[in-house]
């Protein structure tokens, strides 16, 4: 199976070079904190399904959740990611129940942040300051470097076949805008705050991702996302994922410039509507 072989090139990679590990002392913080959002990729969900042997449906159902990620850090124009659930239940005590298959965030955590501080989303001491892991840099030679650098391309390619898989386009990237009311509405709830005029007011992530999720299910996409994910239960599925996989390789797709996003219209299907740059 030649999606396998791509898992085993991956994880190879993981641990290459590092001189990293997670001190003994660390409780697992960054696998158990819900605001540090680790994504994860359809490929992820193929891996772990090898190695545990469970299905990828029902690892998806139990193990994964849809998520969001701002784009250019406007909070109402919204990318589809996957994510782990936190905690995440794979950790078992102070082990990865699957460390050789588990996502490349998690193996380019914290290397990846110290590297690329602006890349991903710098280091929010006041947010996580308390990591041990975070408190020094780790020492990273010039192959290590270049290893992380190949995995975050891996990831890069992973998250355009992810949107593609489950959409058909990429980067999928949904402006909330005319659902200010919803979001509004959700945000009192997650906060119990919606501002008194006077202070300016910052909607939880959680709003956006509750409204996203919520209009997903009502417009039939999260019943076909389920079905694409069952799809990866048998081997003819991976091996059509892997030949998709090849095709979305080889398109050069620039994430940051894409002109168009997709809106949701009264029924809650998708429409493509131009990108507010
Ligand atoms: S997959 Fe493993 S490393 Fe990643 S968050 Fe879960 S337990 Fe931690």
Known sequence: MRLKDYIEDRARLFNMGSEFSCPDWCNRVGCKDERLHVSISIIDVVAASLVTGQTAS??????????????DGNPWIQRFVLEMKKP????????CGIYGARPITCALFPEAFFLFPEREGGLDKGKFGHYPCLREPPAISEKRRSHIIELMEMARREAFLTEFYFFGFSPFCV????????????????????????????????????????????????????????GLNSPSGIEALYEIKKWTDSIEASDKDFPYCYEFDEGNRLK???RLM
Not at 65 to 71: F, V
Not at 196 to 221: N, S, T
């Open 272 to 274: 493509m509507v131009k």
């Open 88 to 95: 995440c239940s794979f950790l078992a005590g102070k082990d």
């Open 58 to 71: 029902h690892l998806f159902c139990s193990h994964y959740k849809i998520g969001i990620s701002p784009m």
């Open 175 to 230: 402006d909330l805008r005319n659902t200010v009311m919803d979001v509004m509405e959700v945000s009192r709830h997650v906060s119990g705050n919606t501002g008194d005029g006077g202070r300016p007011y910052e909607v939880p992530h959680e709003a956006f991702e509750e409204i996203l999720i919520r209009r997903l299910g009502r417009g039939g996409y999260l019943l076909e996302i389920n079905s694409k994910v069952e």
